[in-house]
């Protein structure tokens, strides 16, 4: 147990359509990061948010977006769905930026 | 830009027999951390060890053990005698000052163990 949790544990959506997916932090982790994990491969790190700004992006489009919350409470909102954005996606907090990350269980999003 | 090699995809055992995950990282940074996690059927990836630049020692948890040797760029992971309930996917991570202000974590493509009872 990480402390960390994410909802919904699994979600269908088709291509278009929008997405947003939640995770709550452990209480006093000021850091959050989100990363997508397609079928097969390792995590690959979207954006981070510190004390409510996004600090750190990867390469992904605008169309992946997040917010980040006073109560440690964040989310990652995909528009525009693809079918390449199916994967599970994982959110990881920490207090701080140089501390190790914990990760919540993850959403598997599959997009039709 | 930061690279992490695992070149191992798959590796399966007998239970009681030692095995070790390889990691190969690639960076120009000078300091950086590397990381080790578990990421059972489950999902959630468990956070196994941190190790930074600076600290060449090997470390030993329990039946894990971990090999850092900055010469040949490699951080190698070794479970022994191994376990059933160690099947898993392993991943080896990378996080380096120029990773940015963010410090994310850089993964390789991870290993899948399976150990047979």
């Known amino acids: 147990e990480t402390g960390v949790t994410q909802s919904p544990t699994h979600l269908i959506k088709t291509r278009g359509q929008q997405v947003t997916l939640r995770c709550s932090s452990q209480s006093g982790h000021n850091t959050v990061s989100w990363y997508q994990q397609a079928l097969g491969q390792g995590p690959q790190f979207i954006f981070q948010?510190?004390?409510?700004?996004?600090?750190g992006r990867g390469n992904f489009p605008p169309r992946f977006s997040g917010l980040q919350f006073p109560n440690y409470s964040s989310e990652l909102n995909v528009n525009a769905l693809e079918l390449d954005d199916s994967a599970l996606y994982l959110c990881a907090s920490r207090f701080g930026l140089n501390n190790e990350q914990f990760f919540g269980p993850g959403t598997r999003l599959t997009v039709l | 830009a930061q690279k992490v090699t695992q070149a191992q995809t798959e590796i399966s055992v007998v239970e009681k027999e030692d095995v070790t995950l390889d990691c190969v990282y690639e960076?120009?940074?000078?300091?950086?951390?590397l990381f080790w996690y578990k990421q059972p059927p489950s999902g959630e990836l468990v956070f196994l060890i941190r190790r930074n630049s600076f600290d060449e020692q090997n470390e030993i948890s329990g039946r894990y053990s971990w090999n850092f040797q900055k010469s040949t760029s490699s951080f190698n992971f070794t479970i022994t005698a191994s376990q059933v309930v160690d099947s898993a996917v392993y991943f080896c991570?990378?996080?380096?000052?120029?990773?940015?202000?963010?410090?994310?974590?850089?993964f390789g493509s991870g290993t899948q163990l399976t150990v047979l009872p």
């Open positions: 991570a990378l996080s380096a000052i120029s990773s940015g202000s963010a410090r994310q974590l850089t």
């Open positions: 948010y510190y004390r409510e700004e996004e600090n």
């Open positions: 960076t120009r940074d000078t300091t950086y951390y």
